[in-house]
């Protein structure tokens, strides 16, 4: 492996993504989807090789720094969306209407004066 790039995080996703398509395959019954989903699949794999394998270290990061925001997003979307569904009974979310942070809030009937902890936006809600 000297020389060679290595496994990053962009790999890491490929994998997964070949991994999760292949497994998909195996319940589509449509033969021409099977097999678009099962070469998509390979190709993943094959990217992943050849990242892993590339003596261009220089371009395979270029390439990773590109993904790791997109990554980040995904992520941060996908814990949110779980905290939402985990304690949907007793806080509330908003989004800052200045700097579009999310604020979660007890769910206490009222007006509230809500204060954003990042910018300092200050805005009323009014939970019924
Ligand atoms: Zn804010």
């Known amino acids: 492996m000297r020389g060679r790039y290595g496994f990053d995080e962009l790999n890491g996703t490929m994998l997964a993504l070949s991994?999760?398509?292949?497994?998909?395959?195996?319940?589509?019954?449509?033969l021409t989807a099977r097999i678009i989903l099962e070469v998509l699949s390979l190709v993943f794999i094959g990217l992943t090789i050849f990242r892993t394998l590339s003596r261009n270290c220089y371009q395979r990061q270029?390439?990773?720094d590109v993904y790791k925001p997109i990554?980040?997003?995904?992520?941060?979307f996908f814990k949110i969306t779980y905290r939402k569904f985990k304690?949907?009974?007793t806080?509330?979310?908003?989004?800052?209407?200045?700097?579009?942070?999310?604020?979660?809030?007890?769910?206490?009937?009222?007006?509230?004066?809500?204060?954003?902890?990042?910018?300092?936006?200050?805005?009323?809600?009014?939970?019924?």
């Open 91 to 128: 806080h509330r979310y908003y989004k800052c209407p200045s700097c579009k942070a999310q604020l979660r809030v007890k769910n206490i009937k009222g007006t509230h004066t809500i204060r954003c902890p990042k910018c300092g936006y200050q805005f009323q809600k009014k939970i019924r």
């Open 87 to 89: 304690d949907g009974r």
């Open 62 to 64: 270029k390439e990773n």
């Open 19 to 30: 991994f999760i398509l292949s497994i998909v395959s195996r319940f589509v019954f449509n």
């Open 71 to 76: 990554f980040i997003k995904v992520r941060d």
